[in-house]
């Protein structure tokens, strides 16, 4: 079966511009995370979704970040107004539902954001 | 607040040899999972190994095996018989147990080459 996708692979945008990173959960995984991996550090957990449930934001460095997930599958990560610092690759993940510290997180090969 | 420290950020290994790295992690509590993840140039990040706190039992998958100490809170990874397809970062995880646990805390990461 299919794995975690996500697009665009590679995203080169210029500071101070909107961008939008998709990501496509393996089908029944109701659970959804996001993670940033900035270079030399490891990965960063932003957000993390839940069935219907309110998302746990406390990862998002600021509040130009946004996510959303629709009919409870395909994710929109938003960064309004980039920054050089923004410059990251953001890795999706998705898991089974039930106590998610037992389901292994699947990962997508994520988007290499590069803001100029 | 947990914590994964990987002290080595750079590593290497004839081809057919053996190698190991390290990861300390800090934590209060008592119950969590830690693990090994593979990222290959391609970014996909793969789980190579998954440890039970509860298990004093050090876990293995084929050529990969770990040394866990929960006392001194170190989870060490070896890898015999090196592949050149084993050429990857190496990411050390945590995360708590139970429901409603699901952040993974990474460590930044260890550049591992495998030499022919």
């Known amino acids: 079966g299919a794995g975690v996708s996500q697009s665009p692979s590679n995203k080169v945008t210029e500071k101070g511009k909107d961008v939008e990173l998709r990501c496509d959960p393996i089908s029944g995984h109701t659970a959804l995370y996001w993670y940033r991996q900035s270079l030399g550090q490891g990965l960063e957990f932003l957000i993390y979704f839940q069935g219907n449930s309110a998302p746990d934001k406390s990862g998002l460095p600021s509040d130009r970040f946004s996510a959303e997930r629709t009919g409870g599958s395909v994710s929109t990560l938003t960064i309004q107004r980039t920054q050089q610092e923004d410059s990251a690759v953001y890795l999706c993940?998705?898991?089974?539902?039930?106590?998610?510290?037992?389901?292994?997180?699947?990962f997508g090969p994520g988007t290499r954001l590069t803001v100029l | 607040a947990q914590t994964v420290t990987q002290s080595q950020p750079e590593m290497s290994v004839q081809e057919a040899e053996t190698v190991t790295l390290s990861c300390t992690y800090d934590?209060?509590?008592?119950?969590?999972?830690l693990f090994w993840y593979k990222q290959p140039p391609s970014r996909q990040m793969i789980l190579v190994i998954r440890q039970e706190a509860y298990k004093q039992q050090n876990a293995t998958e084929n050529r990969f095996s770990v040394n866990f100490q929960k006392a001194a809170k170190s989870f060490s990874l070896k890898i015999s018989d090196s592949q050149l397809g084993d050429t990857a970062m190496y990411f050390c995880a945590f995360i708590l147990s139970g429901a409603g646990s699901y952040q993974l805390t990474f460590g930044k990461g260890t550049k591992l080459s495998v030499i022919p």
């Open positions: 993940a998705s898991s089974f539902p039930g106590p998610s510290s037992y389901n292994e997180q699947f």
């Open positions: 934590t209060s509590e008592n119950n969590y999972y």
